[in-house]
Antibody, heavy 128, light 108 residues
Framework: QIQLQQSGPGLMKPSQTLSLTCAISGDSVSSDSGAWNWIRQSPSRGLEWLGRTYYRSERSEWFNDYAASVRSRITITPDTSKNQFSLQLNSVTPEDTAVYYC???????????????WGQGTLVTVSS | SYVLTQSPSVSVAPGQTARIPCGGNNIGSKSVHWYQQRPGQAPMLVVYDVNSRPSGIPARFSGSNSGDMATLTIHRVEAGDEADYFCQVWDNTHDHWVFGGGTKLTVL
């Protein structure tokens, strides 16, 4: 059974860097059968996909995709030694206040089939 | 960016059939996924790739997709189905996931 456990601070000040980690159990961050995503949810923006990281062994390569809305501020990094992946979002503003989720995107190595496992969510509040 | 449009709310009596639409330009050419979200919980995948169900999801949940509309159908609705439902597709023009705004299903 796959479990995703999120950790990271819930209260931040404007201009700081948001850092969240998602620890994976029951699967591997470097598995060909998944992609590892960050999503956030707020009343004003709804569900908003932020980005993902995934590995493809046939190419021995990591891939990243990011949403255009945050592309200049975001980095998603895998950590194979700890079997986890992390989100960094720079220069946060109150507009970044949201519940942040990590999630696995099930894949057959070519196609993606939706987010079948989610973390518990972390409420991040940006306020001075 | 690709836009998915969902009605804010749908109401249905217990035992009846709920149909939750999700509109998008030529969405019939895309693989659509659906999520259920109860208050205070993370979303849960209930239908993927238009009409496949993850293990543990009852056969009462099904999906369809044609033209500019995808639909999540819930047969024999139960009180426990009351939740928000979101559709999702991959925007292959901009290489990112897109979610609909969500539909609140109320069981009368």
């Amino acid at each position: 059974q796959i479990q995703l456990q999120q950790s990271g601070p819930g209260l931040m000040k404007p201009s700081q860097t948001l850092s969240l980690t998602c620890a994976i159990s029951g699967d591997s961050v470097s598995s060909d059968s998944g992609a590892w995503n960050w999503i956030r949810q707020s009343p004003s923006r709804g569900l908003e996909w932020l980005g993902r990281t995934y590995y493809r062994s046939e190419r021995s390569e990591w891939f990243n995709d990011y949403a255009a809305s945050v592309r200049s501020r975001i980095t998603i990094t895998p950590d194979t030694s700890k079997n986890q992946f992390s989100l960094q979002l720079n220069s946060v503003t109150p507009e970044d206040t949201a519940v942040y989720y990590c999630a696995r995107d099930l894949s057959d190595g070519y196609k993606f089939y939706g987010f079948d496992n989610w973390g518990q969510g972390t409420l991040v509040t940006v306020s001075s | 960016s690709y836009v998915l449009t969902q009605s804010p709310s749908v109401s249905v009596a217990p035992g009846q059939t709920a149909r939750i639409p999700c509109g998008g330009n030529n969405i019939g050419s895309k693989s659509v996924h659906w999520y259920q979200q109860r208050p205070g919980q993370a979303p849960m995948l209930v239908v993927y790739d238009v009409n496949s169900r993850p293990s543990g999801i009852p056969a009462r949940f099904s999906g369809s997709n044609s033209g500019d509309m995808a639909t999540l159908t819930i047969h024999r609705v139960e009180a426990g189905d009351e939740a928000d439902y979101f559709c999702q597709v991959w925007d292959n023009t901009h290489d990112h996931w897109v979610f609909g705004g969500g539909t609140k299903l109320t069981v009368l």
